[in-house]
């Protein structure tokens, strides 16, 4: 039985809050839909000293979301807002989570960096 095809198309928008830079993505995370919060991501991180990454509209992600979320963490200081239980599960599972900030919403991640 043919497996019903799914919009690969990722919705990012981004916007400044506070002293970061806000990258929200509206979609699944895998190495076919990646490339636009990649792009979003690289950039954000050559201009802002942080970045919140809001995944409170990301149902699943897969390794290759890790790996750029680490790769990220390395170049600026990364905070993750509203992450949904895959990525939470993905992250405890890794032990990512003991590295990266972990924010229930964009506005915490936002009012700890303004702190």
């Known amino acids: 039985m043919p497996q019903p095809s799914r919009d690969p198309a990722l919705h990012v928008r981004q916007y400044a809050c506070n002293e970061s830079w806000v990258v929200a993505v509206e979609g699944e995370l895998d190495a076919q839909t990646l490339p636009p919060l990649q ?9 802002w000293p942080v970045v919140v990454f809001d995944a409170s509209a990301v149902p699943f992600a897969d390794s290759s979301t890790l790996n750029l979320l680490l ?3 390395r170049a600026t200081r990364l905070r993750i807002a509203g992450a949904q239980p895959q990525l939470l599960r993905v992250l405890e ?5 003991a590295a990266l900030a972990l924010y229930p919403t964009v506005t915490d991640a936002c009012a700890a960096i303004a702190s």
């Not at 991501?41 to 201009?47: I, V």
């Not at 599972?93 to 989570?97: H, R």
């Open 39 to 47: 792009r979003a991501l690289e950039a954000a991180a050559k201009n």
């Open 71 to 73: 790769q990220t963490h």
């Open 93 to 97: 599972i890794t032990g990512a989570d």
